[in-house]
């Protein structure tokens, strides 16, 4: 597609219950992102893919978070068991390489009640 | 740990006047900084700086790097309601991964 797709764009999630995000980069890219981004604060780094590996889950808050890219293209991000801590916007962004400025999707808005 | 600060993190202004955003970083690998516009949630990219002293310009926006002294500005000229936005400077380090490491912002509202 023209650009980084993500779904849903809001989530309602009970405290408890898992969710799964879903990102579909732009075609062709091979890196591929998750951040998360807290109220008032920048994108944090959460894991990063390069076309089906992941070589970089070191920002993944606690392992309840899980991120998969099976096929080198779209990318799910999981959370199990939700805590209200987890509310944030979730960022995906895609890039064509390493020296590349990247593309950010327009997040997914979840909110843990 | 790498570090990025932005300041103003917030700055409110008149259509037309000029803005300097300003931000300074510690990092161990430098490779380059970017600077995004983030409107409602995807940020938008703006530039990525990876030489000092070559300024970059995109219409009324232009931005600058000095790695001696580790920080950039982005400065925005005649400025319009359209520019009120959060911008969002990054550093990427190059540490394995190539992730981005943000600052907090600016929040700039431009008054008609």
């Known amino acids: 597609g023209a650009g980084v797709s993500q779904s849903p764009r809001y989530k309602v999630a009970k405290r408890g219950q898992d969710v799964a995000l879903r990102c579909d980069p732009i075609?062709?890219?091979?890196?591929l992102f998750w951040y998360q981004q807290a109220l008032g604060q920048g994108p944090e780094f959460l894991t990063y893919f390069q076309n089906e590996a992941q070589l970089d889950k070191s920002g993944l808050p606690s392992d309840r978070f899980f991120a998969e890219r099976p096929e080198g293209s779209v990318s799910t991000l999981k959370i199990q068991r939700t805590q209200q801590e987890d509310s944030a916007v979730y960022l995906c962004?895609?890039?064509?390489?390493?020296?590349?400025?990247?593309?950010f999707g327009s997040g997914t808005r979840l909110t843990v009640v | 740990e790498d570090k990025v600060v932005q300041s103003p993190l917030s700055l409110v202004v008149h259509e037309g006047d000029t803005v300097t955003l300003n931000c300074s970083y510690e990092?161990?690998?430098?490779?380059?900084l970017l600077w995004y516009k983030q409107e409602k949630k995807a940020p938008t990219f703006l530039f990525m700086l990876t030489s000092s002293g070559i300024e970059k310009k995109s219409g009324r926006l232009s931005s600058i790097l000095d790695k001696k002294e580790l920080f950039s500005i982005l400065n925005i000229t005649a400025t319009q309601t359209g520019d009120s936005a959060v911008y969002l400077c990054a550093v990427n380090s190059g540490a394995g991964s190539y992730q981005l490491t943000f600052g907090k912002g600016t929040k700039l509202s431009v008054i008609p």
């Open positions: 075609s062709g890219h091979v890196s």
């Open positions: 990092v161990t690998n430098f490779r380059s």
């Open positions: 962004a895609s890039s064509p390489g390493q020296a590349y400025g990247y593309t």
